[in-house]
């Protein structure tokens, strides 16, 4: 996925600048106690199956280093919607 800016997140280009992007896990409050008993229980096991159920819950917000447009993938969301800093759109 590319950012407005063209920037390639690494996500989806490893060979992209994995040092520069900021990136952070994003978690539904509605859901929260049930992504924690699956994390529990993912780690417990190990097994790949409890380790997807996990990730369904997961989203992530990430900062393009190039021009600081903020990317939110949310859990299970069809497609990223990206936001732009407050004075920074034209
Ligand atoms: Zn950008």
Same mark, same amino acid.
């Given at each position: 996925? +590319?950012?407005?800016? *063209?920037? @390639? ?6 060979? *992209? +600048?994995?040092?520069? /992007?900021?990136?952070?896990? #994003? =978690?539904?409050?509605? /859901?929260? @106690?049930?992504?924690?008993? %699956?994390? =529990?229980? %993912?780690? !417990?096991?190990? %097994? /790949? !199956?409890?380790?997807?159920? /996990?990730? @369904?819950?997961?989203?992530? =917000?990430? +900062?393009? $280093?190039?021009?600081? #447009?903020?990317? =939110?993938? !949310? $859990?299970? *969301? !069809?497609? $990223? #919607?990206?936001?732009?800093? @407050? *004075?920074?759109?034209?």
């Amino acid at each position: 996925m +590319k950012c407005l800016c *063209g920037y @390639q997140f690494l996500r989806d280009d490893m060979t *992209g +600048k994995k040092d520069e /992007v900021q990136s952070f896990a #994003v =978690i539904d409050e509605a /859901v929260y @106690q049930d992504f924690l008993k %699956a994390e =529990i229980k %993912a780690n !417990e096991t190990k %097994a /790949v !199956e409890d380790e997807a159920m /996990v990730s @369904q819950y997961v989203g992530t =917000i990430d +900062k393009c $280093p190039e021009c600081g #447009v903020i990317r =939110i993938a !949310e $859990p299970e *969301g !069809e497609s $990223p #919607v990206f936001y732009t800093r @407050q *004075g920074d759109a034209e």
